[in-house]
């Protein structure tokens, strides 16, 4: 059964590639949702140190990321957002990093490489699981 999902989420992750090839985005914002980082449970919304790490250094690089509060401002008087460079010339849509739950892997492992890189993010905490230190699925430990 879990084989079956993972092929279903892996044919809509290329159809969304072929769509965007397609029709080309909008000009906007690329909001891009993290769960997990360097956590240790075997999902699909524990991202690897490693990947996360180029992941944020190529933000860094392509000066893309930017923080929720300037992207909502820029829309708010719907100004443009400020599409940044790609490498090949072209121009971009920027890019907000989120995360949501508040794991202690966050504050552990994610933290220090979005500091490295210099790459803003918001957190949206489940405040119940943090105030009353409920564990999440596959060993997830709430940030304190």
Known sequence: MAEGRKSAL??????????DRVWAPQPGVVVLIYHRVG???AT???M????FDEQMAWLAETQRAISLDTALSRLAVREPVGAAASPDGSK??????????????LVDVGLPILVRHGVPA????????VGEQ???????????
């Not at 892996?10 to 769509?19: S, Y």
């Not at 409920?134 to 304190?144: E, F, I, N, T, Y």
């Open 122 to 129: 918001t957190v949206y905490v489940a405040t119940r699981h």
């Open 92 to 105: 971009a849509n920027p890019v907000v990093v989120t995360f949501d739950d508040g794991t202690a892997d």
């Open 48 to 51: 690897d140190p490693a990947v």
């Open 134 to 144: 409920l564990p999440w699925p596959a060993d997830g430990v709430p940030m304190s």
């Open 44 to 46: 699909e919304i524990d």
């Open 39 to 41: 956590g240790g449970a």
């Open 10 to 19: 892996r044919a809509l992750k290329t159809a969304a590639v072929l769509g």
